[in-house]
């Protein structure tokens, strides 16, 4: 039994218009389906722990959305019972998909996710910090504090003000704000505590990003040797005292380079502990965590079965 959870406001939109057109398919070849259409934000959360608590028998649930709906999915399911994951991008960053070099035409997804002949053991990362009391939260992609999580914020704030077509999407959708943001962004001091050992200090932080999977923000390459299925969190600081210093690291990572630039870090790790002395916003997967000053980030090893 197949059962999508589907997201029509992803990508403005782009996501219920891609969902018709796969119906039309499942109608036509008579394919034993359930669809839970979400409404609001939280809602594939809430579909995902429900399907995994009236469910005994292994289930294949279908995200039909961008990372911020497999975000939702991996956080409402509990790993108790056996489910497996297909994802068919409509998002408009769909860093997930490229990482694990998806098919870009939901057609020829959905005919991967209907005749499964690979499956992948995938990793997954989770974030915990303090909210007045402990809040842990899941990540399929990546993690990070500082200026990728003010671009997330930015164009979340921005949806409702400004009209963006649906066919803008990957790298464009995140580009022109993350200049904008590197503009006003102001470096903080902090250190990064890996594995419980290691220690390093910098002096102008501008962002801290923990992956699973090489990409984020539609598609720039920020951690060039993230692996989905090694258990290691592949963590990237991007630090300099100079702004313009940056944009060389900013362009590799645009153009899917590997350069070693100065203002740039790569670390593996199964855990890292991360502190700032001011509050810098952080994301999960693109998804909103506020303000921080401390973050907790570790790798959970080989936990989701995906359809490749």
């Known amino acids: 039994m197949y059962y999508f959870i589907v997201n029509p406001s992803a990508n403005r939109g782009h996501g219920g218009k891609v969902w018709r057109n796969l119906e039309d398919r499942l109608k036509r070849s008579k394919i034993e389906h359930e669809v839970l259409m979400t409404q609001a934000p939280g809602d594939a959360l809430i579909f995902a722990n429900r399907l995994q608590e009236k469910r005994q028998d292994p289930c294949v649930i279908v995200a039909v959305g961008g990372d911020g709906t497999i975000n939702e999915i991996l956080n409402g399911l509990s790993f108790e019972e056996p489910v497996t994951l297909g994802y068919i991008p409509a998002g408009a960053g769909n860093d997930l998909a490229r990482g694990l070099k998806l098919?870009?035409?939901?057609?020829?997804?959905?005919?991967?996710?209907?005749?499964?002949?690979?499956?992948?053991?995938?990793?997954?990362?989770?974030?915990s910090y303090e909210n007045g009391a402990p809040v842990h939260r899941r990540f399929a992609v990546s993690s990070g504090l500082g200026l990728d999580a003010a671009v997330c914020q930015s164009l979340r704030d921005?949806?409702?003000?400004?009209?963006?077509?649906?066919?803008?999407?990957?790298?464009?959708?995140?580009?022109?704000?993350?200049?904008?943001?590197?503009?006003?962004?102001?470096?903080?001091?902090?250190?990064?505590?890996?594995?419980?050992?290691?220690k390093i200090e910098f002096n102008h932080i501008y962002f801290i990003s923990a992956h699973i999977h090489p990409y984020e923000g539609g598609g720039f390459r920020f951690a060039p040797k993230a692996d989905g299925g090694d258990g290691l969190l592949e963590i990237c600081v991007v630090h300099n005292s100079s702004k313009t210093g940056l944009l060389p690291v900013i362009a590799d990572a645009l153009l899917g380079k590997t350069g070693r630039h100065r203002g740039v870090r790569f670390y593996s790790c199964r855990e890292a502990k991360i502190h700032v002395d001011q509050p810098m916003?952080?994301?999960?997967?693109?998804?909103?965590?506020?303000?921080?000053?401390?973050?907790?980030?570790?790798?959970?090893?080989?936990?989701i079965r995906m359809i490749v």
Request: glycine letters at 10%.
């Open 103 to 127: 098919p870009r035409s939901p057609g020829r997804c959905l005919k991967k996710i209907l005749n499964p002949h690979y499956y992948r053991w995938l990793d997954y990362g989770v974030l």
């Open 158 to 198: 921005g949806q409702n003000r400004k009209k963006r077509s649906p066919g803008i999407s990957g790298r464009l959708t995140y580009l022109f704000p993350g200049l904008w943001q590197l503009l006003w962004a102001k470096p903080v001091k902090g250190y990064l505590m890996l594995d419980g050992i290691k």
């Open 281 to 303: 916003p952080v994301h999960t997967d693109g998804e909103n965590c506020y303000f921080q000053t401390d973050i907790h980030l570790r790798c959970i090893e080989k936990t």
